[in-house]
């Protein structure tokens, strides 16, 4: 199948059956988005949303943040995945945002990248799902299934990237990424994805690949047992004429 058909189909799919997939995180506002987002790299969202209530009670805006220090933020996060650096970074972030951005997240990808624990990841997700910009952001999910399907076949986080915004039409890729991620969070997981309920296996290279595989590894067992009846039948043969020359000898 051709990669422009893989598309095509990949997005007549979504479209029809998940036309509007939002982000798991729970969030108020632009500044509470972008912190629930820089908690969640290497964590899930589940527990992220366990721990932001609090933490946007006590630290509702920026300006809120921008007057805490990393110790202050520190007892808020205590559960998530590496809370020493985040706790940091959040503190960071706030006081950027209040002195060089007017307490505002900004749009674009390279000036959100200035502040502190945002990486290119982080800042397409707040460039997409704020501000619907055609910016992919590529986590593991994304990585994942989009090389599985064959929409790509990057190597690395921003190859993905480029090739997915390159070939899906620009008003489809923000919400793109929503799809993927959440195709590959509870269908297309890790270890075993669920190919069985999966509704992209027609197009889906990796199934595809797998099915081949299973194909010809039967062909091959059925290869092999055929040729041994032949040679069993072959023995047996020989071995019923011997019998036959031995009792025409002896009679
Ligand atoms: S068919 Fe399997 S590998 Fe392909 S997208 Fe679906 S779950 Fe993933």
New binding site residues.
């Given amino acids: 199948m051709l990669k422009k058909e893989r598309y095509r189909h990949f997005v007549e799919y979504f479209s029809n059956n998940q036309p509007n997939p939002v982000t798991e995180l729970h969030y108020n506002s632009p500044y509470q988005l972008l912190v629930a987002v820089i908690l969640s790299a290497q964590c899930t969202d589940k527990r992220i949303n366990q721990v932001t209530p609090a933490l946007f009670e006590r630290y509702p805006d920026a300006r809120s943040l921008a007057d805490a220090s990393a110790d202050d933020v520190f007892p808020y996060i205590r559960s998530v995945s590496y809370p020493n650096n985040k706790a940091k970074h959040l503190a960071g972030m706030g006081k950027m945002l209040i002195e060089q951005f007017n307490g505002q997240v900004p749009s674009g990808v390279n000036e959100l990248q200035k502040l502190p624990g945002v990486g290119r990841k982080t800042a397409n997700v707040i460039a997409s799902v704020i501000y619907n910009e055609p910016a992919m952001a590529v986590d593991t999910h994304v990585f994942r299934?989009a090389n599985?399907?064959g929409l790509t076949t990057g190597r690395t986080p921003l190859a993905v990237e480029k090739e997915l915004t390159k070939y899906l039409p620009t008003d489809v890729v923000a919400v793109a990424h929503h799809w993927l991620i959440l195709?590959?969070r509870y269908?297309?997981?890790a270890r075993s994805?669920?190919?069985e309920?999966?509704?992209?296996?027609w197009f889906?290279?990796?199934?595809a690949t797998?099915n081949t595989e299973t194909y010809l590894q039967k062909a091959e067992v059925a290869k092999i047992k055929k040729q041994k009846e032949v040679q069993r039948r072959k023995k047996l043969n020989i071995i019923s004429k011997e019998l036959s020359k031995r009792v025409d000898k002896e009679f």
Avoid: A, E, F, M
């Fill in positions: 299934v599985r399907i195709h590959g269908i297309c997981v994805p669920k190919c309920v999966c509704p992209l296996t889906c290279r990796y199934y797998i």
